[in-house]
């Protein structure tokens, strides 16, 4: 860890307080600091690790053979997505990317559609979070690629809501979650093994 | 990280969380400030977002959509009217004038509305996703970024309503975001200095 968040906005930022609530009038200037090179490889490794995590609990859904109709569409589509998300920031990473680690996921999470179902939701949501979150640590070309996989991520995060009755967008601004708040929710569902 | 053996994943992504940990929002090393570059990028999404407010909100007035149609309507013109006032708020004196649209009638018919709705979606998120990486203040990419995602999630909500694949591609290419010139309501508007009379 850098440093921990001391100051007030980065407290109300990991409680939730989007920059969009607290965005207010100010003075346009042309002062610019971009993120540095390690500062946006710790960002890009820490995406690839949740992208894995989705990546395999798709993998894992499918392979498990349970899911019918419109579930079984999305996580066929969504594995396939995931897959290639996590192969794209590997790419971006370079030789930087650790390796993948197996994942041991509770079966009941892959092989029951309700439960499948609900983690769904669950890790789409904190996925954009963690993608909103790290969006500022960035640089120009990091960020230019992760923004072609962020929306995708939202897409399925409303397209799972929808098929489990949920409002699929239920917010005007997906607000952005720290590592710690999307690593807390990924434990908190089973979904670290 | 390299440095760093993991054997299990959750060990993996703790180590990569705890990289970094308390570095986000709006913050990182951006600096909390807005160029003019910033200036032209908010005027050009809040277009965009006006364009989906005056779009979603004639759906409203109207009241002719029906069933999903009609559901939607309800949640996507309170959500972008409040796009628009956030982004207002960001751009500041330097807010253009609200423009017009037309919208040719699309706004009257489920099937029109949901294919309509899908291609002004589409065309925000790709226009946001290419001005996401020119950005370069940290209030400004937090305030997009938070915008972005959603107008992803309302793509993906009116391609449902609308028949088609919610997500039909792993990756959201940019795009020019140019609103469409049939939509763009160029007739000139006069205002009148007086109210007309009419006979008693």
Redesign the interface.
């Known amino acids: 860890?850098?440093?921990?968040?001391?100051?007030r906005?980065?407290a109300l930022?990991?409680g939730g307080s989007?920059?969009?609530?607290?965005?207010?009038?100010?003075?346009?200037?042309?002062?610019?600091?971009?993120?540095?090179a390690a500062?946006t490889?710790?960002?890009l490794?820490?995406l690839?690790?949740?992208q894995?995590?989705e990546a395999?609990f798709y993998a894992g859904a499918v392979r498990a053979g349970a899911l019918r109709g419109k579930l079984a569409a999305f996580a066929s589509?969504?594995a396939?997505?995931e897959r290639?998300?996590a192969a794209?920031l590997e790419r971006a990473l370079g030789g930087?990317a650790?390796d993948a680690?197996?994942?041991d996921l509770p079966g009941e999470l892959v092989r029951q559609p309700g439960r499948f179902a609900l983690a769904a939701v669950r890790l789409e949501d904190l996925v954009?979070g963690a993608?909103?979150?790290?969006?500022?640590?960035l640089g120009?070309?990091a960020?230019?690629q992760v923004?072609?996989?962020?929306?995708?991520?939202?897409?399925?995060?409303?397209?799972i809501r929808?098929l489990v009755g949920m409002?699929?967008?239920p917010?005007?601004?997906?607000?952005?979650l720290?590592?710690?708040a999307?690593?807390d929710g990924?434990?908190g569902e089973g979904l670290?093994? | 990280m390299s440095e760093v053996r993991a054997t299990t994943r959750a060990q993996a992504i703790a180590t990569a969380s705890a990289l970094v940990a308390g570095l986000l929002l709006p913050g990182g090393a951006r600096a909390a400030s807005r160029a003019g570059g910033d200036r032209q990028i908010v005027r050009r999404l809040l277009l965009l977002e006006h364009l989906q407010e005056a779009f979603y909100t004639e759906a409203e007035r109207i009241g002719a959509l029906t069933g999903a149609s009609a559901a939607a309507v309800e949640i996507l013109g309170g959500v972008e009217r409040a796009h628009v006032a956030a982004l207002r708020q960001l751009a500041g004196s330097a807010a253009p004038k609200r423009p017009r649209f037309d919208f040719r009638g699309t706004t009257e018919a489920d099937a029109t509305f949901a294919r309509t709705a899908v291609s002004l979606e589409e065309l925000t998120v790709a226009g946001t996703t290419a001005q996401l990486a020119r950005v370069r203040s940290a209030e400004v990419l937090q305030a997009v970024v938070e915008i972005h995602t959603v107008e992803a999630r309302h793509a993906a909500w009116m391609r449902s309503v609308a028949g088609m694949p919610p997500a039909p591609d792993a990756f959201d290419a940019p795009g020019d975001g140019e609103v469409p010139a049939r939509f763009l309501d160029i007739r000139p508007h006069t205002v009148a200095r007086r109210a007309p009379s009419f006979p008693a």
């Open positions: 860890m850098r440093r921990a968040a001391t100051t906005r980065q930022a990991a989007g920059a969009l609530a607290a965005a207010g009038a100010l003075a346009w200037s042309d002062a610019h600091a971009a993120p540095s500062r490889q710790d960002a490794t820490f690839l690790a949740v894995r995590v395999d589509a969504a396939d997505h290639r998300h794209f930087a650790p680690q197996p994942l954009v993608f909103n979150g790290q969006a500022a640590n120009p070309q960020l230019a923004a072609t996989v962020a929306p995708v991520d939202a897409r399925h995060a409303a397209w929808a409002p699929p967008a917010a005007t601004a997906d607000g952005a720290t590592a710690r999307v690593l990924l434990q670290l093994g």
